[in-house]
């Protein structure tokens, strides 16, 4: 096939998926990338971040990155890499912990109930053992039952900063404090949270307690891939020691520096993912996300009032980010998600007692505005 019958074909195949800029996908935690992006890749297409010996520059770049992330987590001496995502960030992170424990006995992980399944396959994948906690009724790790739960076999803490659900944190400082006085390690999940906590406060919203510098955080994790506007998929994990790195390192002789030490999960690593997102972090730096936060929870907090005043529909709990649940009084979140999707394209995301909203950069207020009308028009009725 020449190259114009493929891209035809392939033009007719994608149409099929839906488009973040269409308004329609309502419940997705990632969205359309930065304009920058598409220059950036006809750029860097061809670089592979994982043999540094033929990308100095791409060295360069991942660890200019990693020193504004770690300045947004109040940490710019973090050591990290960019990584595929959350799973692989907290892959690494228990790994780490696993290979930096005392004893051979410590081998549970506590969590919230309302942690990303990541950390699920984490514990598999390493052979550790996961240990529930439940949510208090903010949606917070129960810190009472937690600290009850700690024993000599347990190795680490991981904090929830903006659960998958509803956008729920941890009581950050105290739960580094706890692992801190037991000599644990905490990781703190905030896939989700990583690009909207640090910026709350100026954008003038209620702000979280959070940072590196927090006595007994380990590590923390944040996907640039979502409020962060990178392309998907692109992670991150930063490190308060190195030396958790660096527990991490495989020593790989064959490559083109020559000796060279690796510390991902991959070994392949897309250069152009470490190129994107320090160019979207160059591009809009600190102001720039202070305002695309602003912009979010301004419109998050505006649909939460107006699914509150819909005869049929309740909002779940009062938003901390950018996330709202909703249900219907009558169809449950099963048939109302499959109606919507049916019926009018909108694409929400389903969960046992309702469906959630995320109000990512491509969600502007006429979509909203629309999908209320539409709401309205099918659903309020008596």
Known sequence: MNDQNVLEELDQILAKSARFREGRVLGSMCSEPDPIV?????????????????SQGLVELENDAIR??????????????????G???????????????????????????????????????????????????????????????????????????????????????????????????????????GFVIPFLEEAGFAAVDFGLDLEGISSVCLDPHKMGRAPIPAGCLLWKDAQ??????????????????LSTLLGTRPGFTVAAVWAVLKKLGKSGYVELVRRSLSLTHWFSEQVSKRRHLRLVRQPVLNVVGLA???????ELAYFLRREGGWALSVWP????????????RTHLEDFLAFVERHLEKE
Request: aromatic share 8%.
């Open 328 to 334: 219907h009084r009558k169809l449950n979140p099963q």
């Open 87 to 193: 799973t692989e960030a907290n892959i690494l992170a228990l790994w780490s912990f696993r290979e930096g424990r005392r004893s051979p006995q410590q081998t549970q992980v506590l969590v919230s109930k309302s942690r990303h399944f990541s950390i699920d396959k984490a514990t598999k994948l390493l052979g550790l053992d996961l240990v529930l906690i439940d949510c208090n009724e903010n949606g917070q790790v129960d810190l009472d039952q937690l600290q009850n739960s700690i024993s000599k076999r347990t190795l680490a803490v991981v904090a929830v900063a903006g659960s998958t659900s509803l956008g729920l944190v941890d009581e950050l400082r105290a739960l580094g404090r706890i692992a801190f006085e037991h000599g644990l390690f905490c990781h703190v999940d905030a896939s989700f949270g």
């Open 244 to 261: 958790d790195l660096e527990r991490l390192e495989f020593s790989v002789p064959y490559l083109s520096g020559g000796q060279t030490r």
């Open 38 to 54: 598409l220059e950036v890749f006809r750029r860097s297409y061809d670089l592979n971040a994982g043999d540094p010996g033929l």
């Open 353 to 364: 007692e309702f469906l959630r909203v995320v109000l990512m950069p491509h969600v502007d």
């Open 68 to 85: 504004m992330m770690g300045e947004f987590w109040r940490w710019p001496q973090a050591s990290g890499k960019i990584v595929s995502g």
